[in-house]
């Protein structure tokens, strides 16, 4: 068995199990923690969690935040002159591409389709690298959560500590990590 499907089955026992209602924001997401060489892998297989997760009852959506940066600079007034002076493009996309992040699941989280059984899936989050925190972005989401946040996270999980990419210091959260580690 793939550690894609190893994962996708601890996911399937964690989301089919009754989910407890007076949780925290940051208590309902769950982060899938795979290694950062199967991204691909995982973006092929979303929808086996998708499949899963409406197996189990839930609703099923989506953020996409692999083009999240490059959508962004394109909407830029001011991208020309980013690109001809780069360094003065970090004070902007520290607080304007963040605030892109957060305003995105915002919507999603406040859509319609929205409630207390319904899974927000956000996957491509390695295209935040370099550019903002995760924790950040998913920290100002917190409150607005009323269901499950599922974080498709190419990293590491050890001992409360996320590292997305294995590359920058880890931060610990809240979150649920599914690891597919699961008795072993």
């Known amino acids: 068995m793939s550690r ?3 994962l996708a089955e601890q996911y399937e026992r964690h989301i089919a199990a009754p989910w407890q ?3 925290a924001g ?3 997401i769950i982060f899938v923690v795979y290694p950062k060489e199967d991204e691909r892998r995982m973006q092929m297989k979303l929808k086996e969690f998708e499949h899963r997760t409406k197996g189990a009852g839930h609703g099923w959506r ?3 935040l692999t083009n999240e940066f490059a959508e962004w600079m394109a909407a830029e007034e001011y991208r020309e002159e ?4 780069p360094e003065e493009l970090v004070h902007t996309y520290d607080r304007g591409f963040k605030t892109a992040c957060v305003d995105r699941l915002r919507q999603a989280l406040t859509d319609e389709a929205s409630n207390d059984d319904s899974v927000l899936a956000v996957h491509g989050v390695a295209g935040l690298y370099g550019f903002t925190f995760l924790h950040e972005v998913m920290k100002a989401v917190e409150p607005l959560i009323c269901g499950r946040v599922v974080v498709f996270f190419p990293g590491t999980y050890d001992q409360n500590t996320y590292r997305l990419l294995d590359a920058r210091d880890g931060w610990n959260y809240m979150a649920t990590p599914i690891t597919g580690l699961a008795g072993k």
């Open 82 to 85: 980013y690109f001809r002076h």
């Open 21 to 23: 209602r007076n949780l």
């Open 62 to 64: 989506e953020v996409d």
């Open 4 to 6: 894609i499907d190893e």
């Open 26 to 28: 940051a208590q309902r």
